[in-house]
Nanobody
Framework: QVQLVESGGGVVQAGGSLRLSCAAS????????MGWFRQAPGKEREFVSA????????YYADSVKGRFTISRDNAKNTVYLQMNSLKPEDTAVYYC????????????????WGQGTQVTVSS
């Protein structure tokens, strides 16, 4: 069992930055993939970014490429999402997820999910 707790969400003006953190506890954290997904009101959950267990591979949705950066610190059992140049369309609840190696962009491959953190970008 893996427990995931997100933090770092908030309200920011367009063009601003936020850094999300996801602290993991429970089963071994460093051997799996970690991902960030988001869900805006009235929309389905969508992939944002993911990172392989040794950070050799990172993945980004086209909508955030060049603005968001994912990283992980296995010693701290934490994954981060640095979000720059935020836009109003980035407003959503952001979820952290943990899954086996190779989970990449596919939400159904992830076994564990956090409760989410709200990100609101005002125009």
């Amino acid at each position: 069992q893996v427990q995931l707790v997100e933090s770092g969400g908030g309200v920011v003006q367009a063009g601003g930055s936020l850094r999300l953190s996801c602290a993991a506890s429970g089963r071994t954290f460093s051997s799996g993939a970690m991902g960030w997904f988001r869900q805006a009101p009235g929309k389905e959950r969508e992939f944002v970014s993911a990172i392989s267990w040794r950070a050799y591979s990172t993945y980004y949705a086209d909508s955030v490429k060049g603005r968001f950066t994912i990283s992980r610190d296995n010693a701290k059992n934490t994954v981060y999402l640095q979000m720059n140049s935020l836009k109003p369309e980035d407003t959503a609840v952001y979820y952290c997820a943990a899954g086996p190696p190779g989970s990449a962009t596919i939400s159904t491959r992830y076994d564990y999910w956090g409760q989410g953190t709200q990100v609101t970008v005002s125009s």
